[in-house]
């Protein structure tokens, strides 16, 4: 099993940045898919970005396609989200999740393991 907590939410202005960080405890942090996902108020949680276990393979949502950055340090157990040029529509609760399923499916059925989330708030 995976233990993972997010950091780094907090509130920006439009254009601004944040850097998420999601850290992992357990075993073989090497081994897992990661993925970032997002939830806004009364929406259904939606898929943001994932990397693969080396960080050779990456998808991201279209909305965020050249904004957001995903990486990760096996190394350091950890899978980040650089977040630039920040809209209003990309606030929400912002979780970190894990997975072995062999799957490239970004659906949250594909992930077995979250976070608690980290807030993220942008004004306008």
């Known amino acids: 099993q995976v233990q993972l907590v997010e950091s780094g939410g907090g509130l920006v202005q439009a254009g601004g940045s944040l850097r998420l960080s999601c850290a992992a405890s357990g075993r073989s942090f090497s081994t897992y898919r990661m993925g970032w996902f997002r939830q806004a108020p009364g929406q259904e949680r939606e898929f943001v970005a994932t990397i693969s276990q080396s960080g050779s393979i990456i998808y991201y949502k279209d909305t965020v396609k050249g904004r957001f950055t995903i990486s990760r340090d096996n190394a350091k157990n950890t899978v980040y989200l650089q977040m630039n040029s920040l809209k209003p529509e990309d606030a929400g609760v912002y979780y970190c999740?894990?997975?072995?399923?062999?799957?490239?499916?970004?659906?949250?059925?594909?992930?077995?393991?979250w976070g608690q989330g980290t807030q993220v708030t942008v004004s306008s």
């Open positions: 999740a894990a997975t072995q399923r062999l799957s490239r499916d970004t659906g949250t059925n594909e992930f077995d393991y």
